[in-house]
Nanobody, 115 residues
Framework: IQLVESGGASVQPGGSLRLSCVAS????????MAWYRQAPGKQRELVAT???????DYVDSVKGRFSISREGAKNTLYLQMDKLKTEDTAVYYC??????????WGQGTQVTVSS
């Protein structure tokens, strides 16, 4: 399984971006999906999750601003990011993990929030 992220860019505070993660095959029925991020000098952080059954969860710092979703017909996971803050600056990674703990990562996409 390959995961390819896109959509990262440089935006001003308060702006919006939508990240996409395209999987090389249909995996949403078997894999929990997630978005992580890693800022310079910091550990990788779990941002949002979407379970096989559709349940969603978010780290407190992005609740009310970010939204995770998926489109099965396109094998694509999204992360809609609104009201971006400078502290959202990071490389964002797509992750897929199944019950057997098989795990896959994308290569990451850079998000920079700066005035």
């Amino acid at each position: 399984i390959q995961l390819v992220e896109s959509g990262g860019a440089s935006v001003q505070p308060g702006g919006s971006l939508r990240l996409s993660c395209v999987a090389s095959q249909s995996i949403f029925a078997c894999y929990d999906m997630a978005w992580y991020r890693q800022a310079p000098g910091k550990q990788r952080e779990l941002v949002a999750t979407m379970a096989v059954g559709g349940g969603r969860d978010y780290v407190d710092s992005v609740k009310g601003r970010f939204s995770i979703s998926r489109e099965g017909a396109k094998n694509t996971l999204y992360l809609q990011m609104d009201k971006l803050k400078t502290e959202d600056t990071a490389v964002y990674y797509c992750n897929a993990k199944n019950l057997a703990n098989c795990e896959y990562w994308g290569q990451g996409t850079q998000v920079t929030v700066s005035s």
